[in-house]
């Protein structure tokens, strides 16, 4: 399997940017993804990125991949309380056509107003 | 509307008893699986189904059961085996594409609770 690793927290006042990092072991993940989960939820995937990009920019989100590194980091523009959740990094396991996922153990971000 | 759904959101049971918990989808996806969350721990894989009639164990089988006798549905019972049952289960679901992309989308969960 692979392993993934996150930091646990995070905090951040309104209006900042929140950069949340995870590394992870297998080079060979084709699709690493981020989810959201709110208090008591389930997950919402909320971008991904493929293996041959380095940056995936989606309105406030911004995906950075060093595959050298095998570091993935998720940047926020102007954080808001509504951003307060876990963010959970899961590369897909390239060795099957199910492209399984292995999720680290979640950043809880915490906005402040 | 399209979604997965679970229920109960809450269940309460006692040591020793099994449970089965629910979980439906409307979205036509092929492929079904089962996590167990546990607090400041990443999501783990139970079990996993690719096709009606067939499923494969994760990481964290044991104590536990599945079966998949229609696409949209993936009943997970939890048995008096499972030595920590007490957790927060999700069900996802995801369309074959035969890449290794694989869009996950999740259910609201069931909150377990073993008294």
């Known amino acids: 399997g692979e392993d993934v690793e996150q930091s646990l927290f995070l905090s951040v006042r309104e209006g900042d940017s929140s950069v949340i990092n995870c590394t992870y072991t297998d080079s060979s993940s084709t699709y690493l993804y981020w989810y959201k989960q709110e208090p008591g939820a389930g997950l919402q995937l909320l971008t991904y990125?493929?293996?041959?990009?380095d940056m995936k920019q989606d309105q406030r989100l911004t995906v950075l991949l060093n595959k050298k590194d095998k570091h993935l980091s998720l940047r926020i523009a102007d954080t808001q309380t509504g951003d307060s959740a876990i963010y959970f990094c899961?590369?897909?396991?390239?060795?099957?056509?199910?492209?399984?996922?292995?999720f680290g153990r979640g950043t809880q971000l915490t906005v402040w107003p | 509307d399209g979604g997965i759904t679970q229920s109960p959101k809450y269940l309460f049971r006692k040591e020793g008893q099994n449970v089965t918990l629910s979980c439906e989808q409307n979205?036509?996806?092929?492929?079904m699986y089962w996590y167990r969350q546990d607090p400041g721990q990443g999501l783990r894989l139970i079990y996993y189904?690719?096709?009606?009639?067939?499923?494969q164990k994760g990481d964290i089988a044991e104590g536990y059961s599945v079966s998949r006798e229609k696409k949209e549905s993936f009943p997970l019972t939890v048995t008096s085996a499972q030595k920590n049952p007490t957790a927060f289960y999700l069900c996802?679901?995801?369309?074959?594409?035969?890449?290794?992309?694989?869009?996950?989308?999740f259910g609201p969960g069931t909150r377990l609770t073993v008294l």
């Open positions: 996802a679901s995801s369309i074959l594409t035969g890449s290794s992309y694989n869009e996950q989308f």
């Open positions: 189904s690719q096709i009606v009639n067939d499923f």
């Open positions: 979205l036509n996806h092929d492929a």
């Open positions: 990125i493929f293996s041959n990009m």
């Open positions: 899961a590369p897909a396991d390239r060795g099957s056509t199910l492209g399984r996922l292995y």
